[in-house]
Nanobody
Framework: VQIVESGGGLVQPGGSLRLSCTAS????????MRWYRRAPGKERELIAT????????NYADSVKGRFTISRDNAKNTAYLQMDSLKSEDTAVYYC????????????WGQGTQVTVSS
């Protein structure tokens, strides 16, 4: 199984980025997809979840209304659209795939850096 994130980079406050997470080696539509982030000096934070069927999403209060999680099961890819970015969104962002029934089947990507700065 391989999970690969992309799309990170440097963006100014108020800007937008879209992260992608492409999975291989698993049946993608059987997995809930999650985005986490870890900011410098802080604990890892779960920020967005989309259930395997794509009908249920959840967001952390810190990103609600600004970030949107989505998925394209035909492309084995999940996305995180990040709008109205703030300096406090600076972090390494990680994608996590968790089987909808067998939670022990969980896989992580290597992370992608997002830096929000003027």
């Amino acid at each position: 199984v391989q999970i690969v994130e992309s799309g990170g980079g440097l963006v100014q406050p108020g800007g937008s980025l879209r992260l992608s997470c492409t999975a291989s080696g698993l049946t993608f539509n059987g997995y809930d997809m999650r985005w986490y982030r870890r900011a410098p000096g802080k604990e890892r934070e779960l920020i967005a979840t989309m259930h395997s069927a794509g009908t249920i999403t959840n967001y952390a209060d810190s990103v609600k209304g600004r970030f949107t999680i989505s998925r394209d099961n035909a492309k084995n890819t999940a996305y995180l659209q990040m709008d109205s970015l703030k300096s406090e969104d600076t972090a390494v962002y990680y994608c996590n795939a968790v089987h909808r029934y067998r939670r022990e089947y969980a896989y992580w990507g290597q992370g992608t850096q997002v830096t929000v700065s003027s």
